[in-house]
Nanobody, 120 residues
Framework: VQLQASGGGLVQAGASLRLSCAAS????????MGWYRQAPGKQRELVAS???????NYADSVQGRFTISRDSVKKMMYLQMDKLKPEDTGVYYC???????????????WGQGTLVTVSS
C-alpha cells in the first residue's frame, strides 16, 4: 500500500492551495483519513481528519479556512487550503487507516509528505 501526497508549493499569504493524497495497492477498505503537518522545529500535528462516512474534524488554527474531502471510489483525499498564512508553512503528510486484501490486516499508513511554504 502506498499513499502519495502532492500539491504543495510556495505561495504568498492569502493564497490558496489544494493538496491531494492518492492511495494505491491491495486495498479492501479505507477507514479514517487525515492530514498532518510538521513545521520546522515543531512536532507533527493533526490538521484535519475525515471518517469513512465523511464526518470531518479540524484543528482550531485552520477551522474555516481549510476543507478536507475524500473520493472513496478513486481512493483520494484532498485538502483545500484557503487564506493561507505564514504559520501554515510545513510539510504536510496524509495518513489513512487501511484494510488490505492480502495480507488481511488493518494498519495506518503515511504518505511521503509535500512541502507548503507561505511567504508573508
Amino acid at each position: 500500500v502506498q499513499l502519495q501526497a502532492s500539491g504543495g508549493g510556495l505561495v504568498q499569504a492569502g493564497a490558496s492551495l489544494r493538496l491531494s493524497c492518492a492511495a494505491s495497492g491491495r486495498i479492501s477498505r479505507i477507514n479514517d483519513m487525515g492530514w498532518y503537518r510538521q513545521a520546522p522545529g515543531k512536532q507533527r500535528e493533526l490538521v484535519a481528519s475525515i471518517t469513512s462516512g465523511s464526518r470531518t474534524n479540524y484543528a482550531d488554527s485552520v477551522q474555516g479556512r481549510f476543507t478536507i474531502s475524500r473520493d472513496s471510489v478513486k481512493k483520494m483525499m484532498y485538502l483545500q487550503m484557503d487564506k493561507l498564512k505564514p504559520e501554515d508553512t510545513g510539510v504536510y503528510y496524509c495518513n489513512a487507516e487501511i484494510e488490505t486484501t492480502w495480507p488481511f490486516r488493518t494498519s495506518y499508513y503515511w504518505g511521503q509528505g509535500t512541502l507548503v511554504t507561505v511567504s508573508s
